[in-house]
Structures are given as C-alpha cells and as structure tokens.
C-alpha cells in the first residue's frame, strides 16, 4: 500500500496527503484560485518568488494557509519568472544550493511572521525534475535543505535520485505522486509539451488518486502499471479547473475510507 497505514479507530486505513502549488501569481497578474484550493488540500506549496509569487503574495499565502491549517511548504525552483520556472536550466551545484537557501529561508520568515512555518521542502517544475535524476542537482537542493533545517523533509518522485541521495545529509524524503499528470512507464512525468501530459477529467484524475492511494499503482501513457509508493498527491494549481479537480479527488478518497491528511506539521 502506498499510502501510511493509520493507527486510528480503524486499523489499516491508508492515509494520504493532499497538496497543490499556491502562491504563483506575481504583482497584478493572477494564477489559480488559492483561496479555494486551501478549503481542499492539506499541504501548500508556495512560491518562494524564483518562478513565481512575490513578498505580498508570499506573505498573503501563508496567512491564508495559517488561517486554514493547511501545512506551509517552501517550492523552491530555478530562478526562471519568465519560463515559470518550467526550463531546465545547468546551475553549478554551489550556487543551486545557495539559491534554494535563500528561497527557503525567504518562505519560513514570512511563514513564521504569518503564526506558522515551512514544514518541508518541494521542487518545482525543471528542478524538480531534474532533480528527480541528476544526482549532483539532488544533493545541491539536499545541502540547502540540510544547511537550514535537516528537520524538513523533502517532497520527491519515488526511486528519484533524490531519494537515493538523501541519506547522508539526514534529510527525510516523502514519495509524491500525480493526480492531473500522465506517467512515463518508468515511472517519470510525460514531458509538458507532449500530447495527454495534463490530465484535465475530474473522473479520471479521482479515480487514479484513489488507486494511487490504496494500491500504490498508476497507469502509465502506454498502459503499463506502474508503482507509486507515495505519501502525497498533487493536484497542480495552474492546471484548468484545479479546484473542481482538486475537490473530486479529496472526495473520492474519502468515499473510498482514505484519511486526508498533511504528512508534515
């Protein structure tokens, strides 16, 4: 089961986290419907102002999460606004670190001046990505997370390179998997500019939550199965209709006896 098994009333519930992207517009232009999706999700991952948001959206974010009690994480990314951050970029390992350290510890001053803090770390786009398979990119994001807090755990693709290079900084790594996302067969994201790489029904992305959740097991493009040992889902803010999107899934899972529930505090 992908999913944490429950120690509650009822033994072997499988738990799951549900998260989105918030925070992404940037001065007077506008992207998702943040105060929405924090009536749904569990875990928000903001914009830390490197592909999107800025110190008042950052800051009007958190609030809104804190007043929700959804969990506040730090989406860190390549400094790209105008690609949003969605193109690889090759950044020296050095400077990777300190880019993700300043966006982190950006994200928890303004979350902590808001009565909460960051309570993980997640990758955005290109880096996350990237990240998920270039081990000296991984361990440039781990060292950041490391040099702030080793207490954050790090949001990531099971099997990621991520995952693999975790263990000598002691950061903990959380598998992640994709609601409104077409998988590859081994187990990576069909890239953006392909054909079906969004899934956009809210029948379908329900129904592969839940299958994700309960089985640990998602159909990939070409029909294969594929396992997703994951502690969280994401549905993407920016994707078309995220919100109705976003609360089809928290339905469906809870139909099926799925306790929805933030993974970090």
């Not at 799951?16 to 105060?35: H, K, P, Q, T, Y």
């Not at 993700?100 to 928890?108: K, N, P």
Request: glycine share 10%; with cysteine; net charge negative.
């Amino acid at each position: 089961m992908s999913a944490t098994t429950g120690t509650g009333d009822t033994p072997g519930t499988p738990i799951i986290d549900l998260n989105a992207d918030l925070g992404e517009s940037f001065g007077v232009w506008r992207l998702g419907d943040d105060e929405a999706l924090l009536g749904v999700v569990t875990s928000a991952n903001v914009a830390c102002g490197f592909h999107a948001g800025d110190p008042l959206i950052m800051r009007r974010t958190c609030e809104a999460a804190v007043e929700r009690g959804v969990a506040i994480g730090a989406q860190v990314s390549y400094r790209d606004l105008a690609g949003f951050g969605r193109r690889e970029m090759d950044v020296a390992p050095e400077e990777l670190t300190a880019d993700v350290l300043y966006q982190l510890a950006a994200l928890d001053g303004v979350a902590r001046a808001a009565g909460g803090r960051v309570s993980y770390v997640k990758p955005h786009g290109a880096l996350y990505n990237r990240a998920a398979r270039d081990p000296a990119q991984a361990a440039a994001v781990l060292a950041a997370v490391a040099a702030y807090d080793r207490s954050l755990p790090v949001l990531t693709l099971p099997g990621s390179a991520v995952e693999r290079a975790a263990p000598p900084y002691g950061i903990t790594v959380v598998g992640e998997c994709f609601a409104d996302r077409a998988y590859t067969p081994e187990g990576g994201l069909v890239s953006r500019r392909l054909p079906g790489a969004v899934i956009e029904d809210a029948g379908q992305v329900a129904a592969r939550s839940v299958r994700m959740a309960a089985e640990g097991l998602v159909t990939a493009a070409d029909g294969s199965e594929v396992p997703v040992a994951a502690r969280s889902i994401c549905v993407h803010g920016d994707t078309p209709g995220a919100v109705r999107l976003a609360r089809a899934v928290r339905d469906a899972l809870e139909a099926a006896g799925v306790r929805v529930e933030a993974f970090a505090t």
